[in-house]
């Protein structure tokens, strides 16, 4: 207790100190050039058309490329987990990590990677794979999003972008590239990554490949995190053709991961294990049109192929080689058409997506029950309009999805359809405000597995499938506000602030339930989520600061009880100072997170966590004699806490906490 409460001392004080670093700061000269937030970034999620960030009438957050290169992370998870609204479920295992957007989680989150999506989800395995090095930005939309991404979309969705040539050349370069090197003291991890890129004319070319590897962790009470090892390697490889108004890329992209991991990985388990094999391969052509010349016609097509394969081999028990693959094949293709009518603007957009699933599952190279060998097709058509009229911005839109999906015998296919709407309203009330409302509806098919898995859960319990589950639907209610100054406390200075409020309710919510001898899932006729959400970023070039705080409620209205997978309320706070005429940048981050108490009763499973505080440090430094150098260390977790996440699926004496301090050190150097 003592140990915690000077942890707890310590934490104000270095709130203080960095909330008196921010005055001190800004009475500095204003520094050459005009400051940017990440509020300030270009989206292309929020709306499928290119919107800044902080203007749009839905809350999405956009991490980019030098945040990415700042936080030096190994996972997708490290780069978004801050922004309101969003945690990571499971336990500290790399790749086995899972992203959730406002209480939801796995297959209600759409994941794309450079427009191609991944729907693998197979019980307790990650699907974030790719290295962070190879990305450039990422784009996560909160709440439902049906009405641009169909099934899925009911937490929101998540878009990867991997890095292109310009990112590592020089304007007037003609070829040229990066080299990357670091290490943590967690595992005693070092990492590397090598791109190279050059262009000719019309024509570019990009390699790159970037890797890490680690021993176990250990967390905040000195104990041993088993099984959180890894060895990963992602490939990167690009090809572009820019004729006139034209842009073909071909992509190809892949990852994979050898460790020993448990089957459960996301949970606190320690048993089952397996030495595992997993390998995500991306491969996607895409063709754009821009002529400035002709705003009717602005198209936009991808066409692609994910395959996800893991490949896992039994230690433990019985000696069993289990293989889990899915591959997506599909096309997304829309126009976006900009035009006046009378005094109104619009910037139509509209186009299809149509893909297919094919999953199966192997024990010994026979079909395996647990992960059923079945396959889906959806057509999508959707239109969205987004007009203006005076200070007024109007935007419906809608969705039609159609899927099928056909059982292992043929005998349980089944076919459906939905349509999504979703409609705004924001007001530029003054130049600094903008308030807007919104409905949007989500909805998921019942996924491959749920409708049709079978065989053996664990020793006395067994699966039973069931090919009537109906769609989850959500029907999401928001009024957000959207605000920017500039000039605030120096010139030059910007300051964006968002906050929102939501209720999301949804039908037929699908939930797992296990029983003495039998595992099934069913539809939970009604649910709730609803919660506040705030974001504000300052940046005036010497010094920069940030603030996002969410608080959630989630219930389960049949039963009265809470929802297991809603996170504790948190706030982050960030800040730092630029050192411009050295090149040096220091920071920190502080994360405090509540006491989650409200949590399901489930017999002999402890779900409720105690609040916790945790400071990170970090420092970079690029030489004026030698401005293609980046240094950069970091301590995370800097008083090395036990601290546990409120959604981990745990045992009620958990083994081991999250991750504790960790000291990390990076050069990059640009050539």
């Known amino acids: 207790m ?76 490290d780069l978004i987990q801050d922004i309101p609204g969003v945690e990571s479920s499971g336990a500290p295992r790399t790749t086995a990590l899972q992203p959730t957007i406002r209480g939801l989680g796995d297959a209600r989150i759409v994941l794309r990677t450079d427009g191609a999506r991944n729907n693998f989800n197979a019980g307790h395995r990650g699907r974030t794979f790719v290295d962070p090095d190879l990305l450039r930005q990422v784009e996560v939309l909160r709440g439902p999003a049906s009405t641009l991404y169909g099934s899925g979309a009911l937490g929101g969705a998540i878009s990867l972008r991997t890095i292109e040539v310009e990112d590592i050349l020089r304007p007037s370069a003609s070829f040229g590239g990066t080299l990357g090197a670091g290490w943590q003291s967690q595992g005693s991890g070092p990492r590397g990554s090598l791109a190279l890129g050059a262009r000719a004319g019309d024509f570019t070319v990009l390699g790159a490949i970037a890797g890490f590897t680690n021993n176990n962790f250990t967390d905040g009470a000195d104990n041993t995190i088993p099984y959180t090892g890894d060895n990963a390697t992602s490939l990167l490889g690009k090809l572009g ?29 320690t048993t089952g294990i397996t030495d595992r094999d997993t390998v995500s391969e991306n491969l996607s052509f895409r063709w754009s049109y821009e002529d400035p010349a002709n705003p009717l016609f602005n198209p936009q097509v991808v066409l692609y192929r994910t395959h996800v394969d893991l490949t896992e081999q039994r230690l433990t028990g019985a000696r069993v080689r289990d293989r889990t693959e899915l591959t997506t094949i599909g096309i997304d293709a829309q126009n976006t058409s900009r035009f006046n ?128 589950l109906r769609p989850e639907v959500s029907r999401n209610k928001e009024i957000g506000a959207n605000l920017r100054f500039s000039d605030v406390f120096q010139g030059g200075d910007r300051l964006r602030i ?78 730092g100072y630029r050192f411009l005429d050295h090149g040096v940048v220091v920071g920190g981050r502080i994360t405090a997170t509540a006491e989650q108490d409200r ?34 260390v970091a301590i995370d977790n800097v008083f090395d806490q036990a601290y546990r996440r409120a959604n981990w699926n745990s045992d009620p004496s958990p083994p081991f906490y999250d991750v504790g301090r960790n000291i990390r050190g990076a050069v990059r150097v640009s050539f």
Not at 241 to 269: C, E, K, M, V, Y
Not at 394 to 408: K, M, N
């Open 2 to 77: 003592a140990d915690r409460r000077l942890a707890s001392a310590q934490i104000t004080a270095a709130i203080i100190a960095l909330a008196a670093a921010g005055p001190a700061a800004a009475q500095q000269a204003a520094p050459t050039g005009t400051a940017v937030t990440p509020l300030d970034a270009i989206t292309t999620t929020a709306t499928r058309t290119r919107a800044v960030s902080g203007d749009v009438a839905a809350p999405v957050t956009v991490v980019g490329r030098e945040e990415i290169e700042r936080r030096d992370a190994r996972s997708v998870i």
């Open 498 to 575: 968002r906050v929102a409020a939501f209720r999301n309710d949804v039908d037929d919510f699908i939930e797992q339930t296990v029983l003495r001898t039998t595992t099934v899932s069913a539809n939970v006729d009604k649910a709730r989520i609803e919660g506040v959400e705030a974001e504000a970023q300052y940046d005036a070039g010497f010094w920069y600061a940030g603030i996002g705080a969410a608080a959630l409620k989630g219930d389960n209205r049949d039963t009265d009880q809470p929802l297991a997978s809603i996170p504790a309320h948190r706030v982050t706070l960030s800040g």
């Open 341 to 468: 009518l009378g005094p109104t603007r619009h910037a139509l957009t509209f186009g299809t997506e149509i893909y297919r699933d094919e999953q199966e599952g192997t024990a010994n190279g026979a079909p395996r029950a647990q992960f059923p060998s079945a396959e889906q097709s959806i057509t999508a058509f959707f239109i969205q309009d987004e007009i203006g009229f005076g200070n007024f911005t109007l935007t419906p839109g809608v969705r039609l999805d159609r899927f099928e999906q056909e059982s292992p015998d043929g005998q349980n296919d089944r076919d459906s359809e939905r349509a999504s709407p979703r409609v705004s309203l924001a007001w530029q009330v003054t130049p600094w405000l903008q308030p807007y409302v919104s409905y949007a509806e989500g909805f998921r098919a019942p996924s491959l597995t749920e409708l049709y898995v079978g065989g053996q859960h664990f020793p006395g319990n067994n699966f039973i499938p069931n090919p009537n």
């Open 599 to 632: 949590a399901p009763n489930v017999p002999g499973v402890a779900q409720r966590t105690s609040g916790y505080g945790l400071l990170d440090l970090h420092a970079s430094w690029t030489p004026n004699a030698a401005p293609n150098v980046r240094l950069s």
């Open 241 to 269: 053709w820019n004729p006139g108004h034209h842009r073909f890329q071909l992509s190809a992209l892949r990852f994979r991961d050898d460790h020993q991991i448990p089957i459960s990985a996301n949970t606190a388990t």
